[in-house]
């Protein structure tokens, strides 16, 4: 039976890959800042740890703990909205801590046993934010690009030792908890000078039209983990996928 192991798992897009994974038939590692075992279905396949990605000392513990996995899953993760010139400096190192730093900490401590079995799988979660710019968005989508980039290196890195790495992008998903946690920390957005454009950018957010799915999320998820001759980019979600057609 093979093994998964998710970051984020309290919510949104890393709740619903767990559950994806445990349907069918694997062993989760769910892992989320606070463990809570209620969020998730009762499984003798499951089990819950603590898992914050911004604290080198609680990855090494988390891994040790979870012992052999066969896939990783980077999925933890927020935005944050506000103009480059007025978002403060202190929101975009937390984004970089958590989005990127945190990503390259939790993959650099599992590489090792992935490496020595010659098998294994990273997905990394971004974002079609790389794909295509949106004003508002710059410390979030550079977070995220800067995983874009990690993560095409790493392939060529681990390909000799027969470990597969994969990019899954969604596209935007207001059901999942993400708008929420990002308006919870908006700091920067009420600048005069911007307030035009402030206004523009929520009202072209708030337009109907396709979005993302956390379903969308696990499956593209499940792609990159179980299909060998998946691409390295992997939108997930109808808007994703037009968003990555057009380029
Ligand atoms: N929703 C979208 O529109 C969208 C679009 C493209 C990409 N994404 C990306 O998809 C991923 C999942 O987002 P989501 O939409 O599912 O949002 P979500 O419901 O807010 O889930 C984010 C998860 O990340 C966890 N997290 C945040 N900081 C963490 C840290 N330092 N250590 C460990 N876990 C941490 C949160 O845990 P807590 O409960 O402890 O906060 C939560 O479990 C993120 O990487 C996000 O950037 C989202």
Request: net charge negative.
């Amino acid at each position: 039976m093979n093994t998964i192991l998710i970051t984020g798992c309290s919510s949104g897009f890393g709740l619903e890959t767990a559950g994806y994974f445990l349907d069918r038939g694997w062993k989760v590692i769910a892992t989320m800042r606070t463990p809570r075992e209620d969020v998730l279905p009762r499984s003798e396949h499951l089990r819950v740890l603590a898992l914050d990605v911004t604290d080198a000392d609680g990855i090494r513990r988390t891994i040790e703990a979870a012992g052999p996995i066969d896939a990783l899953v980077n999925n933890a993760g927020f935005g944050s909205a506000a103009p480059a010139e007025t978002t403060p400096m202190a929101t975009v190192r937390e984004l970089f801590e958590t989005n990127t730093l945190g990503t390259m900490a939790v993959t650099q401590a599992v590489l090792p046993q992935f490496r020595e079995r010659k098998a294994g799988v990273v997905v990394n979660v971004t974002s079609t934010v790389t794909l295509r710019s949106l004003p508002l968005l710059s410390a979030y989508t550079a977070s995220k690009a800067a995983v874009n980039a990690y993560t095409e290196v790493l392939a060529l890195e681990l390909e000799p030792f027969g470990v597969r790495v994969r990019l899954v992008l969604p596209g935007r998903a207001p059901e999942t908890r993400f708008g929420e946690t990002a308006r919870s920390r908006v700091q920067g957005l009420d600048h005069e000078a911007y307030a035009d454009l402030v206004k523009s950018v929520f009202a072209r957010f708030a337009e109907p039209g396709p979005i993302t799915h956390a379903q969308d999320v696990a499956e593209a998820v499940w792609r990159a983990v179980t299909d060998p001759t998946s691409p390295m980019r992997i939108p997930a979600g109808a808007d994703a996928v037009i968003w990555a057609e057009e380029g």
